[in-house]
Nanobody, 122 residues
C-alpha cells in the first residue's frame, strides 16, 4: 500500500503561483505513474495532470495546459505541481494519486492522498 501526503496548498491572489508536493511512503512507487486531480465544492473530481515513471511522458487537462507543470523526483519519492497564473476557477482541493497503470492515474486513480486546499482570490 502506498501512502501519499500532499502539501503546499494555501491562499493566493489571482495571477499568483503555488507549488504543490506529493510525498510517497510505504510501498515504493518505483514503476508507478502519478497524477493530480482536483475537486471543487459541489463538483466532481477532475483530472489535472499525470506523469509517467521516468518523466518522459506528461499529460495535462486543457484547462491548465500552459500554466501548470508536473514533475517528479524519484530519488525523493515526491511529485510536484507548479501552478502559475492561477485563476479563481482553480480553487479546489488538490489530490495526488499513484498507480502502476498509466490509464488509471488519468481516470479513476489508484492510491490517494488526503488532499491540500488551494484557494485563489480575485
Amino acid at each position: 500500500q502506498v501512502q501519499l501526503v500532499e502539501s503546499g496548498g494555501g491562499l493566493v491572489q489571482a495571477g499568483g503561483s503555488l507549488r504543490l508536493s506529493c510525498a510517497a511512503s510505504g510501498r515504493t512507487v518505483s514503476g508507478y505513474a502519478m497524477g493530480w486531480f482536483r475537486q471543487a465544492p459541489g463538483k466532481e473530481r477532475e483530472f489535472v495532470a499525470a506523469i509517467s515513471w521516468i518523466s518522459s511522458v506528461t499529460v495535462y487537462a486543457d484547462s491548465v495546459k500552459g500554466r501548470f507543470t508536473i514533475s517528479r523526483d524519484n530519488a525523493k519519492n515526491t511529485m510536484y505541481l507548479q501552478m502559475n497564473s492561477l485563476k479563481p476557477e482553480d480553487t479546489a482541493v488538490y489530490l495526488c494519486t499513484a498507480d502502476p497503470s498509466w490509464r488509471k492515474v488519468q481516470t479513476t486513480g489508484g492510491s490517494w492522498g488526503q488532499g491540500t486546499q488551494v484557494t485563489v482570490s480575485s
